[in-house]
């Protein structure tokens, strides 16, 4: 009888000490030295959300040394960046079909590569740094000229009424989207 009652008791607190634990580890993703954000609006009749994480310059030099030219990058800080739209919309005259996407870009110093790829939920880059895009996913690719712009502290992503831009440091990269 003594046994059957310690064993509960034990299963209990191994239960809650479990709970405890995950709690945790998930963190408050606001304390992030790259907090979460998202950007959202209206194009046309579609909703477009853009959720990412918001890194911070820092001082660092950001595109050609933090973010290397022309490679993948996962267009954010922590988990994979989400491109979400309700409806097909036409990005850079191209069609995207209504979904969930995650949003990689491939910087470079007079043209930049956004890819919509299909696998989400990923953290954004593998241990070695590359970005955690599986190209067999993608399912479009356009590109965008960046411009120069005021300073911006952090990541930001806008939902404009002619697409959305990224802007970061003093690089802002507008995508039309219609």
Do not use: H
Not at 14 to 37: E, H, M, N, V, Y
Request: aromatic content about 8%; hydrophobic content about 40%.
């Amino acid at each position: 009888m003594n046994t059957a009652i310690v064993k509960r008791v034990m299963g209990a607190l191994f239960a809650i000490a479990i709970t405890t634990l995950s709690t945790f580890a998930q963190g408050d993703k606001a304390s992030r030295p790259s907090p979460p954000a998202t950007a959202t609006g209206k194009i046309g009749g579609a909703t477009i959300t853009i959720t990412y994480g918001s890194p911070a310059v820092k001082g660092r030099k950001i595109f050609g040394e933090l973010v290397a030219y022309d490679k993948a990058w996962r267009a954010g800080a922590n988990e994979a960046t989400i491109f979400e739209t309700d409806k097909e919309i036409k990005v850079e005259g191209k069609t995207l079909p209504a979904g969930k996407y995650s949003l990689f870009a491939v910087p470079g110093e007079k043209e930049w590569q956004f890819i919509f790829n299909s696998q989400t939920g990923q953290w954004g880059i593998k241990r070695g740094g590359d970005s955690n895009r599986d190209p067999a996913n993608d399912v479009l690719t356009v590109s965008a000229k960046p411009a120069t712009s005021s300073m911006n502290e952090r990541l930001v992503y806008e939902v404009t009424n002619n697409g959305f831009v990224l802007k970061w440091d003093t690089t802002q990269v507008p995508v039309a989207v219609k």
